[in-house]
């Protein structure tokens, strides 16, 4: 899969190399942790580490903690895991935060004031929006813009020492008032907070915001390569002022590449954290939502979600890609490694008359049809079976090749049987099959040449463990999540029928020493995997591929 990371990035890399770029590839990738990684996220570790990958470079990961008031130290071991579980391995250029460059941030933060370059000013959010002026329209200096170097060396000492209120004072950039880009026009780039950080304790009340503290972040850690999401494009001019004002070591190239949105989720963390909090979800993990551990708890591999994010391709303009385009990564990839097991998800009973009582029998039945190296297991086989409700028909529509009355099928892996009779309880509702078994078509086909068209799946009621089945749907019924009709809120959108839990399913046995995490095909049925609750299989995908139909055209 590496060996074809080609992108208008490596382009961009090549000819940076051509132009006698020595140094050698650094890439980083900089979550905040505020919330769960998600498959937008998937993207840009793809492109970061992947890169890093193709030239033999190194791959960072460090922690945007610089805002304290949403971040957890239950998202950053979240994180961690999820890194670690999509690439397979530890960054290789290693794992760092933020915060530990505070003190560097401040210090730059410092010289800036000394070169005229930055000032404190006193004006609340709204008068700094007033003051910024329109896309049409220069801003207007602060009144505070021209203090001296010594008050405002002064005034950001003050604020570090706490003793201003929160919100009062900031720390801002003096670059143009009437620059076209609107970034650019005095931004401010230290605040006033005072909340507990999760490595910095109490120490600090002030931090540098993201524009300010990136940059110096990427040129601390020698990063050649700074590849972030498209909303930041209009942001790498401050990014590029900020690394050649400080005093720093190196000069790293911010580029940028389209985000990853998905038909029927949101990419938002706001959302998600709502999503949430608000218990329309289980939680993170729930396996409807977008983030990495509910994918993975879903039954989703690593490989599947990477070869998802290449087929969506890495380019500069935005796009919706379909889900079904991340069911078929993971459909087809199962379709190869997944085991096949007999699930019965509406069990009716099957009773085998001219079968003797008591009797148990074991049937040879293939691993994985597709892959002769899973070899095969043995399935008992008994009087008494359980099969799908609806692999029965007492009036069955044209062309049922099931289990139907005076009817024969074959039950997989095991004999032809033929409906005799069928017993229905006090509402009319069937609750057993008779059938007789061709007890010669245990090896082969019947001896007097009739077809048998239709093949059922089934159980053996004595040997048969309960479980219960959770099958998920796409968690909007809205395609583009980011377009939600004016007048309504997305939450609107909830799909009432994400997730149906069937209870009282009948598994064959092999299934209870199914570990936390293991996939497998429910002949028939679509491809599960085992929850990390007893006696729960999450539905990852199912059977049916319309979306194949699509990649051919």
């Not at 024969?408 to 609750?431: F, H, Q, S, T, W």
Request: glycine letters at 6%; a negative charge; aromatic letters at 10%.
């Amino acid at each position: 899969m590496l060996e074809n990371v080609n992108n208008f990035l490596t382009e961009i890399i090549d000819e940076d190399i051509k132009n006698g770029l020595s140094e050698r590839i650094h890439t980083r990738f900089p979550p905040e942790p505020n919330g769960y990684l998600h498959i937008g996220s998937a993207k840009a570790i793809f492109i970061n580490w992947s890169i890093a990958k193709k030239y033999n470079g190194l791959f960072n990961l460090r922690y945007d903690d610089t805002n304290p008031v949403k971040e957890d130290t239950e998202y950053v071991d979240s994180i961690w895991e999820d890194i670690k579980w999509l690439t397979g391995e530890e960054p290789s250029g290693g794992v760092y935060y933020g915060s530990d460059y505070f003190e560097t941030c401040f210090n730059c933060a410092v010289q800036l004031i000394k070169d005229g370059k930055a000032y404190v000013d006193d004006l609340t959010q709204e008068e700094m929006r007033q003051y910024r002026g329109s896309l049409t329209e220069p801003g207007k200096p602060s009144p505070y813009r021209d203090r001296s170097v010594e008050e405002n060396l002064q005034l950001f000492q003050d604020m570090r020492d706490g003793k201003f209120a929160d919100g009062s004072k900031t720390l801002r950039a003096k670059i143009d008032m009437a620059s076209p880009n609107m970034n650019l026009r005095d931004p401010a780039i230290y605040r006033i907070v005072r909340a507990h950080h999760h490595r910095q304790g109490d120490k600090w009340c002030i931090y540098p915001l993201y524009d300010f503290a990136h940059p110096i972040q990427d040129a601390l850690e020698g990063i050649t390569h700074s590849m972030c999401s498209i909303e930041f494009e209009n942001h790498r001019p401050l990014y590029e002022w900020v690394v050649d004002n400080c005093p720093l070591p190196h000069h790293p190239k911010q580029r940028e590449f389209a985000r990853l949105n998905v038909t029927h989720t949101v990419m938002s963390k706001r959302y998600l954290r709502q999503l949430v909090f608000e218990k329309h979800v289980e939680g993170w993990d729930d396996p409807r939502m977008p983030t990495l551990c509910a994918l993975r708890r879903r039954g989703y591999t690593p490989s599947a979600i990477l070869d998802f994010v290449q087929r969506a391709g890495i380019a500069k303009a935005n796009s919706l890609v379909d889900i079904k385009l991340l069911e078929h990564c993971i459909r087809e990839e199962l379709n190869e490694t997944a085991l096949r097991r007999m699930a019965v998800t509406e069990p009716v009973k099957l009773v085998i008359t001219n079968y003797p009582e008591g009797q148990c029998e074991e049937f040879e039945v293939p691993n994985n049809p597709r892959n002769e190296e899973a070899s095969s297991r043995k399935v008992p086989f008994t009087r008494e079976l359980y099969i799908e409700k609806s692999d029965f028909a007492e009036v069955p529509p044209p062309k049922f090749q099931r289990l139907k009355p005076d009817g024969e099928v074959r039950l997989m892996g095991a004999y032809i049987v033929k409906c005799n009779e069928i017993v229905k309880d006090d509402n009319g509702e069937i609750v057993e099959i008779r059938c007789t078994a061709d007890l010669e078509t245990r090896n082969g086909m019947p001896v007097d040449g009739r077809k048998v068209k239709g093949t059922i799946h089934w159980v053996s009621a004595e040997h048969a463990i309960d479980a219960d089945l959770y099958l998920y749907d796409n968690l909007f019924t809205l395609e583009n999540v980011n377009d939600v009709p004016e007048g309504t809120d997305y939450l609107d959108y909830l799909n009432p029928d994400s997730l149906k839990k069937l209870t009282g399913c009948k598994l064959e046995p092999s299934l209870a020493d199914a570990k936390e995490g293991e996939r497998f095909q429910f002949v028939r049925m679509g491809y599960y995997c085992k929850d990390r609750e007893s006696g729960r299989f999450n539905r990852i995908v199912t059977l049916k591929d319309s979306f194949a139909k699509t990649l051919k055209k």
